[in-house]
């Protein structure tokens, strides 16, 4: 069993920065790859990052890539997502979510074990 909660949103200017947390709970969450996605008001669900267990392979989605990095601390059990250069079509709820590898994160559909609840991220003047 893993639990997850997500903290850090809120609302940002264009061009501004904010730093997603998540944090999680359960012995398997050292072993366990983390991917962040997220969802905007009539949108499909879609895949942000992914990190695996030891932080030696990442992934991104090509919107994000050069303005969002993923990083975990497994002392912390925290996953991180920094988020520069916003932009308002990166408004949505972002979730984290775990499973036992980074194949299944970013696999289509993900298959992913837990998810967290999400934080609402608003990128507005």
């Known amino acids: 069993q893993v639990q997850l909660v997500e903290s850090g949103g809120g609302l940002v200017q264009p061009g501004g920065s904010l730093r997603l947390s998540c944090a999680g709970s359960?012995?398997?969450?050292?072993?366990?790859?983390m991917g962040w996605f997220r969802q905007a008001p009539g949108k499909e669900r879609e895949f942000v990052a992914a990190?695996?267990?030891?932080?030696?392979?990442?992934h991104y989605t090509d919107s994000v890539k050069g303005r969002f990095t993923i990083s975990r601390d497994n002392a912390k059990s925290t996953v991180y997502l920094q988020m520069n250069s916003l932009k308002p079509e990166d408004t949505a709820v972002y979730s984290c979510?775990?499973?036992?590898?980074?194949?299944?994160?970013?696999?289509?559909?993900?298959?992913?074990?837990?998810w967290g609840k999400g934080t609402l991220v608003t990128v507005s003047s």
């Open positions: 979510a775990a499973a036992p590898s980074i194949e299944r994160v970013i696999s289509k559909p993900p298959l992913v074990n837990y």
């Open positions: 990190i695996d267990w030891n932080s030696t392979n990442l």
């Open positions: 359960g012995r398997t969450f050292i072993s366990s790859a």
